[in-house]
């Protein structure tokens, strides 16, 4: 598949900085095979507009809790909600690099606004995150 061979290159690219990935039909199971935990480079990725759902979710938030290039990241519409939220608040309280996060358009309700938000206390990068018509 797509995503898995530009999970191979990612692994041993030096010098991407920026990739857009939005709108490209990638799945859960695609967005797990990026190569989030060994590239040292990209700083901004956007896989916006994709059904990665919470389980490609889980394995990004993953990545987030190692990876130490990446800055921003898009998510949004990518039916992702509350479940990610709470996975995600576990890797900002470690995460050291990432400043701004999307998140418009998914079904982040209360309670994964909540996690966010106390995993903020300990974040010392996080510039920016967007919960738009969650």
Known sequence: DGAGKLAEE????QTLQTIDLSENSIGSKGSGK???KVNQTLQTIDLSENSIGIEGAGK???ALI???SLQTIY???CSIGNEWASKLAEALKVNQTLGKIYLDGNSIKCKGAGKLAKALKVN???QTINLCGI
């Not at 990612?10 to 690219?13: C, G, H, I, R, T």
């Open 124 to 126: 010392q990068t996080m």
């Open 75 to 77: 998510l949004e519409n």
């Open 10 to 13: 990612l692994k041993v690219n």
């Open 60 to 62: 990004l938030a993953k």
């Open 66 to 68: 190692v990876n130490q």
């Open 34 to 36: 990026l190569a989030l």
